[in-house]
């Protein structure tokens, strides 16, 4: 638990991704397409964590 889990940020509530729905309508193209969002989705995710990583790991050195 970090210090800034409590976000009042709002969430998105609509996303053109929805997990687990049937990907056989979907041509090739649109998976494609999917694809790369979701890349880029997981990048952003990655950087998020990075970013909260080193924002605890200082704020624990400094009241060690």
Request: aromatic share 4%; net charge negative.
């Amino acid at each position: 638990m970090g210090i800034f889990d409590d976000d009042e940020t709002p969430r998105s509530t609509t996303s053109s991704i929805v997990v687990g729905e049937p990907l056989s309508n979907l041509s090739i193209h649109e998976l494609s397409e999917r694809l790369e969002q979701l890349k880029e989705e997981i990048k952003r995710v990655e950087n998020e964590i990075k970013t909260k990583s080193d924002i605890n790991a200082s704020a624990e050195s400094f009241f060690k």
